[in-house]
């Protein structure tokens, strides 16, 4: 677990460096997006921080403040994100039923009385809890959110969801340098700010929803209420050519990609490499995020025109990026260069998945942004235990070797979630959605 605390540290030191040049270029992004969207951008911006203000402190909390052990602190992880897993279903299968306020603002609302009960919460089962509750509310509002994105902003969602992406990363930094900072105060001071500022934002949320309901009275209210047509969830999920193999092979990637805590990072130490030189591997993979942005651009212009065609480059660039660090792990460059063309990949999946699924599953998306993300956080749930065993048992090699081939896995589950979105839309003509798009 002190690996991950380094995880973030590293990104925490890229913000305090470079905060200035950081708002600079996220203020001169927005200006390309309309105004009314600025809100859920930075409502991706609180999420992220938050929830990055409590994933490095926890293993700290409970060993030093609960005087549990770092194993133990572990276990506290795991429920966390295995709630999320289940929030991620939940969440996209309410969101039809509900409306995107009340499950937006509720879950907000809720979140943030959950991080105030951790206040209270003084002993380890109180506080294992709270945290898997925690972990659970948050999780309910990312299909919301994205589904409300693609909802809202047709024309503009691909390009929406990749400032998101963004925006999740500065928050992710943001937020473990606000954590260092807090927890040298007080653990109750970072409990108290976090779950006020959470309250505070979902009472906000609810009057700009409110205000942008009134605003669309006259029109069509897309996302805002619930829909009168709602299919139930085993038919939705009966019609598995819409969300199974987009599933999978997200599951997979994000699987890959938790080598780096438990892989690459037990790899360095066991070398006699200082920590520092693990945390520069996540300030390369800050600064791609950051500075390459123009590259996908152009990339997706020129090369990648589709969205299915995008996730197919993912998988290809994280294929590619385990192959040469399976080959060269023994060079610490390599592994630099390793982690720079995975994040690309990153890059390129991450805004992709919401605009595939928001463009071809029509009002039940935001039920299939739930499946999927739930996919994906049941990726970065197995690969920590399943690598972790296996570097203890035989090292690197093989964990390289199993995401490589697991990437190339990827490519062919997207290939064929390609194919049947063609199919699919050809068949249906869903809301005159061209093909070429997909």
């Known amino acids: 677990m002190k690996i991950d605390i380094v995880n973030f540290a590293s990104k925490a030191f890229f913000v305090g460096v470079n905060m200035t040049t950081i708002s600079n270029r996220f203020l001169s992004f927005l200006h390309n997006y309309p105004k009314d969207s600025y809100v859920f951008i930075f409502a991706s911006l609180v999420n992220s921080t938050g929830s990055a203000l409590m994933w490095p402190l926890t293993t700290i909390y409970v060993h030093n403040i609960l005087h549990r052990s770092y194993g133990e602190a572990g276990l506290a992880l795991f429920f966390q994100s295995l709630a999320g897993v289940g929030g991620q279903f939940i969440g996209g299968a309410l969101y039809n039923k509900i409306g995107a306020k009340n499950l937006i603002v509720g879950s907000l609302l809720l979140s943030g009385f959950a991080q105030l009960g951790l206040i209270f919460a003084k002993s380890w089962y109180p506080y294992l809890e709270v945290m898997t509750i925690n972990g659970f509310l948050m999780a309910v509002t990312m299909p919301a959110i994205s589904a409300f994105i693609g909802f809202q902003w047709r024309e503009q969602q691909f390009k929406l969801f ?21 927890a040298e105060i007080s653990f109750n001071l970072t409990f108290l700010l976090n779950g006020v500022t959470t309250i505070a934002f979902s009472m906000f949320f609810y009057l700009y929803l409110r205000r942008l309901e009134i605003k669309l009275a006259d029109q069509e209210p897309i996302g805002l209420s619930p829909h009168s047509e709602v299919m139930s969830t085993w038919s939705l999920l009966r019609d598995y050519r819409a969300y199974l193999f987009v599933s999978l092979g997200s599951l997979l990637v994000w699987f890959s990609t938790s080598s780096w805590n438990s892989g690459i990072a037990p790899y360095l130490n066991e ?62 460059l390599y592994l630099v260069i390793g982690m720079a063309i995975a994040t690309l990949g990153e890059m390129l999946i991450s805004p992709s998945i919401p605009a595939l699924i928001t463009q071809t599953t029509g009002s039940s998306s935001p039920f299939y942004l739930g499946v999927v993300g739930g996919f994906g956080s049941a990726g970065r749930l197995i690969g920590p235990v399943l690598f972790g065993n296996m570097f203890d048992l035989w090292g690197i090699s093989p964990i390289l070797a199993v995401t490589t081939i697991s990437s190339f896995f990827a490519i062919f589950l997207f290939a064929i979630q390609r194919n049947f979105t063609r199919q699919r839309h050809a068949n249906s003509n869903i809301d005159g959605t061209s093909i070429r798009n997909f």
């Open 162 to 182: 990749n400032i998101v992406y963004v925006s999740n990363n500065i928050g992710v930094a943001l937020g473990t340098t606000l954590a260092g900072i807090l």
């Open 271 to 332: 070398r006699g490499m200082s920590l520092a030189s693990y945390s520069f591997l996540w300030t390369v993979n800050g600064l791609v995020i950051l500075f390459a942005q123009p590259l996908t651009t152009l990339f997706n212009r020129f090369i990648t025109r589709s969205l299915g065609a995008r996730l197919m480059a993912s998988a290809i660039f994280y294929a590619i990026a385990f192959l040469f660090m399976w080959i060269f792990h023994h060079i610490y």
